[in-house]
């Protein structure tokens, strides 16, 4: 599921931030983060805080709190419609187990931090697993997300205990201040169009993928509530004057033959759908890894053939390039054989 995050009290107005939230909703996204303790928030943050919260109620959006211990203590929650608190900074594994017993909201606890020894101990206070859900931590500065192998070992210890997770990609539209640089949790993720990321996370075995920053475009919302998990869907950027033919073959779904081969991703439907000649260009230069390259008339047989490259190969006057998937590489490699995917025309 795809979530989408708002800030009180920052960059954007609370009349900007509602009708994001309602575009959101209209695309079906139900799910939306937010933070009760940014040190830069200006005087109107309580406002805005309780107008986002009352239009998430009435829309049915699940809201999730981000509240260090300090804030916690000095916020009335009990005045806003909240349905889970992240326990940030500051709270014990003991205070955490017994809002598991006592609190009206859901618990989320910090997915990045959590350990092993942490969920048996909170157990051990009497806390209950099945009560909340594990999200992971965002990184402001440029540098400091975590890793994929790390995200990963995290959460398969969550996926042991059958406890939900929860991780962010960030947007290239509007990002949150102070510092402006996106709100990944993996660092490699910082530059890259969301649609690669938010996929990436799924195929890591993540449950909710949310938006960290303070605004999406309108295009990355709708691709992003589009998303589903039988087919990989790759940003492709297009050589230039690509006949008909070509086009027409890139729009179409393929599948990744269940026999690939070693050095390529290779479609089981491209020459199938071929429906016209595709003429030889003049390509002068080698297939360069994470090409996509179909075969010209010239190769008899396999005129048609769709071939995303996993290596670099030599010059073929017989293939013809017809665009680069270099930014979904992470997706690529993760590419198995009989998955579906479809170009995403940058």
């Known amino acids: 599921m795809i979530g989408i995050s708002a800030y009180a009290g920052m960059e954007q107005n609370i009349e900007e931030i509602l009708e994001y939230i309602e575009s959101a909703h209209k695309l079906g996204i139900k799910l939306l983060f937010t933070s009760a303790h940014i040190p830069e928030v200006g005087d109107n943050f309580h406002e805005d805080f309780k107008a986002i919260l009352d239009l998430c109620k009435r829309l049915g959006i699940i809201t999730i709190v981000d509240i260090s211990k300090d804030y916690f203590e000095e916020l009335d929650l009990d005045k806003y419609e909240i349905d889970y608190i992240r ?29 092993r020894t942490q969920i048996e101990k909170f157990t051990e206070y009497g806390g209950n697993v099945e009560k909340i859900n594990a999200c992971h931590n965002f990184y402001p500065r440029r540098d400091t997300g975590i890793s994929t192998e790390f995200f990963l070992e995290k959460n398969k210890l969550f996926k042991e205990y059958n406890i939900t997770t929860m991780a962010f990609i960030p947007t290239k539209y509007k990002r949150r201040g102070p510092v402006h640089e996106g709100l990944p949790t993996i660092e490699s993720h910082r530059e890259l169009h969301p649609l690669v990321s938010a996929q990436h996370l799924s195929k890591l075995g993540t449950d909710y993928i949310v938006i ?34 070509e086009l027409f073959i890139l729009e179409n779904l393929h599948t990744n033959r269940a026999d690939p ?20 260009k003049n390509n002068n230069s080698p297939r360069r890894k994470y090409s996509v390259t179909l075969d010209n008339k010239n190769y008899g047989r396999y005129e048609g053939e769709l071939q995303i490259l996993k290596k670099d190969l030599s010059l073929d006057s017989r293939v013809n390039i017809v665009g680069s998937v270099e930014e979904a590489s992470i997706l690529i490699d993760l590419l198995k054989p009989n998955e579906k995917f479809k170009f995403y025309f940058l």
């Open 261 to 280: 081969g070693a050095y390529t991703i290779r479609s089981q439907e491209s020459r199938i759908i071929k429906n016209g000649n595709i003429e030889a």
């Open 212 to 245: 960290g920053d303070a605004m999406a475009s309108k295009e990355e919302l709708e691709v992003l509530s589009s998303l589903d998990e039988e087919t990989t869907i790759l940003p492709i950027v297009l050589e230039e004057n690509l006949s008909q033919e």
């Open 87 to 115: 326990l940030d900074y500051g709270f014990t594994l003991e205070e955490a187990a017994n809002l598991t017993k006592d609190s009206r909201f859901g618990i989320s606890v910090n997915a990045t931090t959590f350990d």
